[in-house]
């Protein structure tokens, strides 16, 4: 027990938590010699890869002189905010992660609140402290405000602080000391982290903080061990503090893993204060306990907080449905979209009265909601989603949204426009840093008051923007918003995009697509400036004849069309809109294709 030490990493997205965890694995051995060394080794899955950020919490564990230490890199990004309050479950202390050059950011406030409730002890790391901007003297400042700010003891703020660089795998006790290896990170977590205390002699008891799941055995349990201990094939049972009312299930410890180096280690049996993993309990879940049958006795856990945004996901009923996917059925949607919420505790899936084919699927935020989109896409189903809706929620009698806390760290000379545009959609000034020669600004603004933002930010501050966002509360309904002033460019008949008809159809607007593509009416092709849809015939073809000679005329100059990621697609939605998904394609499209019925539909509205 006085061996081992269980900590989280903890920081804002993009601070470099996992490229630490790197260093760590290879300072602690992890690697044989020879073997092959990946870089941002945690982040197993390729979407994880492609867009340089953790979205499950990963666990591993390194050795150092004789103790093992237990680490668990938790995600940055605010829409996973779930995985990080279970995992600091987990764990008796963490280090706090901040970046040399941005300082403390809105999700570095969050998860270091909630890892001060529990009373967890905390090392700050200031890393990146060989970035040319680095300002490490005023992020010092910065963290230790953020400690006042947050109500930590007088223990809390005297947190040993540590300044490292993740990518050289350095750590030092000064910052004009450069580091030679990460040894004085590893001292410290010995000296300062306690070991866990626990009864081993107690009957056993374990509280689920994670949730695996493989093909070949269902769900895997992972958490620490509370106290007592745990043989292999021992009878368990499981209980949970929010439904006191239901009978404890019994199951039995299948099969029992610890976790070393990068991967798991079956065990026969596990002590108090280790993080196991455990199969054999079929409807496991985040927030149960596994206890000894003859002591049912369940921990207290917080629940998890509700998902403020909602997407519809349903069949594809366009034209071209079925020519791309492998899985199109909604059968087929069903299962998928409740097998996520196996893995996903802050994911709901709902089906909808009346319609056998399409489910409301609620999360976090856009980005969780995005990448549970290109998960599935890259998994061969093909589906339709609708523009993401804020969950309103009724508190004493008052209709009450969503309200995010953001955080725009923007060169001076783009800060006007974007204060502009804050205030146009409902969002609250809060406060001003000058940092350098850029400010640092925050605003509480409606969650829906930043769909569709993220775009034209980028524009207004050319690119040199970054914003940061994190759920803050539910406060009243600010009233409605404008949310897009643009109208789109509508396909008229279903063909093939053709050069003459796309050099006509680019006088009108944006085009998203270019000749060749295959469209049916409906689909939208581009953007108008103006405010109401236009329908543009893009398959038309230049009529020729015997009096025009083929090569007379000027070669028809295309514009290049402006090709849409996911996130750009779900953000430019309007609200008579949807998005088609297959694995090969985006196509924004119509809700009614049919340009007549939508007239009458918009006409029928309004009257």
Request: with cysteine; glycine share 8%; net charge negative.
């Amino acid at each position: 027990m006085q061996n081992l030490r269980n900590i989280a990493i903890i920081a804002h997205v993009d601070h470099g938590k996992t490229t630490l965890v790197d260093q760590m694995l290879k300072q602690g051995g992890v690697y044989r010699e020879h073997q092959e060394i990946v870089e941002r080794v945690m982040d197993s899955n390729d979407l994880e890869r492609e867009r340089g950020i953790t979205i499950l919490a990963k666990n591993t564990a390194v050795h150092y002189k004789d103790a093992k230490i237990n680490i668990v890199d938790t995600p940055g990004h605010a829409d996973f905010g779930g995985e990080v309050e279970r995992i600091l479950k987990m764990v008796n202390g963490v280090i706090l992660l901040v970046d040399a050059a941005e300082g403390p950011m809105p999700q570095t406030r969050f998860v270091l609140s909630r890892a001060l409730e529990l009373g967890h002890r905390v090392i700050v790391a200031i890393n990146k402290v060989d970035r040319p901007d680095q300002r490490v003297q005023e992020v010092i400042e910065e963290c230790l405000e953020l400690l006042m700010d947050l109500d930590a003891t007088d223990e809390q703020l005297d947190s040993p602080m540590l300044f490292c660089s993740g990518r050289n795998g350095t750590a030092s006790y000064s910052p004009e000391v450069p580091g030679t290896d990460l040894r004085p990170l590893f001292d410290t977590i010995l000296e300062y982290i306690p070991a866990p205390e626990a009864d081993e002699t107690a009957p056993f008891q374990m509280l689920v903080s994670s949730i695996d799941y493989n093909e070949f055995v269902g769900r895997i349990a992972i958490g620490r061990i509370e106290r007592g201990s745990i043989r292999l094939n021992q009878e368990i049972a499981v209980c949970n503090f929010h439904t006191p009312d239901m009978p404890a299930k019994k199951a039995k410890a299948v099969s029992l893993y610890q976790f070393e180096g990068l991967g798991r280690e079956s065990v026969t049996e596990a002590a108090a204060g280790n993080i196991i993993a455990m199969s054999g309990i079929g409807e496991v879940t985040i927030g149960d306990t596994i206890c000894a049958p003859d002591a049912v006795e369940p921990i207290e856990f917080v629940k998890i907080s509700a998902p403020t945004l909602e997407m519809t996901f349903s069949v594809n009923d366009s034209p071209f449905a079925g020519r791309e996917g492998k899985f199109v059925t909604s059968r087929q949607l069903r299962e998928r979209l409740f097998r996520e919420m196996q893995k996903d505790v802050s994911l709901r899936v709902s089906e909808i009265e009346n319609s056998t084919d399409a489910f409301n699927v609620a999360g976090r935020g856009e980005m969780s909601l995005s990448i549970l989109i290109e998960t599935m896409r890259r998994e061969g189903y093909e589906f339709q989603v609708s523009p993401p809706r804020v969950l309103y929620q009724t508190i004493d009698g008052q209709r009450c949204e969503p309200v995010e806390r953001v955080v725009i760290d923007v060169p001076q000379e783009s800060m006007g426009s974007v204060m502009e545009k804050m205030g146009a959609r409902k969002g609250d000034f809060v406060s001003m840093t000058p940092v350098g020669n850029r400010m640092k600004l925050e605003f509480l603004i409606p969650s829906r008051g930043l769909f569709g933002y993220r775009n034209e930010f980028l524009t207004d501050t050319k690119g040199e923007g970054i914003m940061a966002s994190v759920f803050d509360s539910y406060a009243p309904y600010r009233g409605e918003l404008n949310r897009r002033s643009s109208g789109s460019l509508v396909a008229f008949e279903t063909g093939e995009s053709v050069a003459y008809g796309l050099f006509n159809a680019q006088e009108r607007g944006a085009l998203f697509i270019g000749p060749g593509v295959p469209v049916y009416a409906g689909m939208i092709v581009g953007l108008s400036p103006k405010s109401e849809d236009i329908s543009v015939n893009v398959c038309k073809r230049k009529q020729l004849t015997n009096m025009r000679a083929a090569g007379s005329d000027e070669a028809l100059r295309l514009v290049p069309p402006r090709i849409l990621s996911l996130e750009q697609c779900l953000e430019l939605l309007a609200d008579d809109e949807l998005l088609e998904v297959t694995p090969s394609n985006l196509r924004l499209r119509k809700r009614i294709l049919d340009h007549s019925q939508r007239m009458k539909a918009l006409h029928g509205g309004k009257s």
